[in-house]
């Protein structure tokens, strides 16, 4: 489905920042996603967390790979960069990009299918090589647009729409990511705005791969009984060889994770999540201790939130290659290829 303009409809006067640009702003073309679908609610952390921060749009590249996770970049900052990659492989075409311009600010959107299965060995080289950049993988446990089989983050138990129970254990994100040297590890709900748009302004701010797992439920195919990341599915009816998926029309669910403890929130179906802030004086910088505690809370059934770990001191990507603090999409053609010449003495060293 092409994407449809967002009408600009005059409204009172809104607040500006310090470019004297509105949140109008930051947003981009109507979104065509399920009616529900938690993306949408990352998406307006995301446009709010850019205006707050003044960031000029054109200063801003975002990427994806495929799937419905993908298609959220066309719905914020329709001034930025962009670019839509192949299924799993928005992280090397984010590194490419990064390598020539230093200079602006990269965010990638993917999904579970698409980061922890196809995209699953270039995610862990993007955390490995720390590149500079925000990474969102809206989880909801499916791959939506194929109709809703497990991914990779299923729980086991979890059960499709049709077919037997998932019995492979699941890829956890975060954990993953303390075991492979991340350097910023976050997990959020999409319904808790308050809490999602710090943690992406403190992720723009971070010197290296920021890695943000959001529990973005599918209200279409994951709400079935049995699901453990579910809205509440409800089949319409079968024409002839036409099989029609109704989604009913359903509001955003949303809830404020408190500082300090543990809240329930019901999906559409009744079910109950369990999420968890990181308590006052949790020490993020502590990569045992942080694992530590996630594995605990998670064997309570509790999924915690907030900013998990961080580590200020690794080197990113251009501080590692040592290369130039100007971008090199600016750099002179002469001084990047300095001629043949050049070019032979080098391949000499290597004979």
């Avoid at 509105?22 to 967390?49: F, K, P, W």
Wanted: hydrophobic content about 40%; glycine content about 10%; some cysteine.
């Amino acid at each position: 489905m092409p994407s449809i303009t967002k009408p600009l409809i005059p409204l009172s006067p809104l607040p500006k920042n310090d470019l004297g640009l509105t949140i109008r702003d930051y947003e981009g073309a109507m979104s065509t996603l399920c009616a529900g679908c938690g993306h949408d609610s990352v998406t307006a952390a995301i446009v709010h967390a850019f205006w707050e921060l003044s960031t000029p749009p054109h200063h801003i590249a975002k990427l994806s790979g495929i799937g419905c996770s993908s298609k959220t970049p066309t719905y914020f900052v329709r001034g930025a960069h962009g670019f839509n990659s192949a299924h799993g492989r928005m992280v090397p075409i984010a590194t490419g990009a990064i390598a020539a311009n230093r200079e602006l600010t990269y965010i990638g959107i993917s999904g579970d299918g698409d980061s922890l299965s196809i995209g699953l060995g270039h995610l862990m080289h993007g955390i490995r090589r720390n590149v500079k950049m925000i990474y969102i993988i809206e989880n909801n446990g499916v791959y939506g647009l194929t109709k809703g089989q497990m991914s990779a983050s299923a729980d086991i138990g979890s059960r499709p729409k049709k077919g037997e129970a998932n019995l492979l254990a699941p890829i956890d994100p975060v954990t993953m990511g303390l075991s492979l040297g991340a350097t910023f590890i976050a997990r959020s709900f999409s319904g808790d705005k308050e809490q999602l748009v710090p943690i992406l302004k403190a992720a723009a701010a971070h010197n290296g791969f920021a890695l943000i797992d959001v529990i973005s439920p599918c209200v279409t195919f994951n709400d079935h009984e049995g699901s453990t990341k579910s809205y509440k599915f409800m089949r319409q009816h079968e024409v002839k060889e036409v099989e029609t998926d109704f989604v009913p029309i359903r509001a955003e669910i949303r809830a404020k994770i408190p500082n300090d403890g543990a809240i329930e929130v019901a999906m559409h179906d009744g079910s109950l999540v369990r999420f968890r802030s990181v308590p006052k004086g949790y020490d993020p910088h502590d990569r045992l201790k942080v694992e530590t505690y996630i594995r605990e809370r998670h064997d309570r059934g509790e999924i915690v939130t907030g900013l998990l770990y961080v580590d200020e001191t690794a080197s990113e990507i251009h501080e590692l290659n040592a290369t130039p603090p100007t971008a090199l999409a600016k750099v002179p053609f002469a001084t990047l290829c300095p001629g043949s010449v050049e070019l032979a003495l080098i391949q000499e060293e290597f004979r």
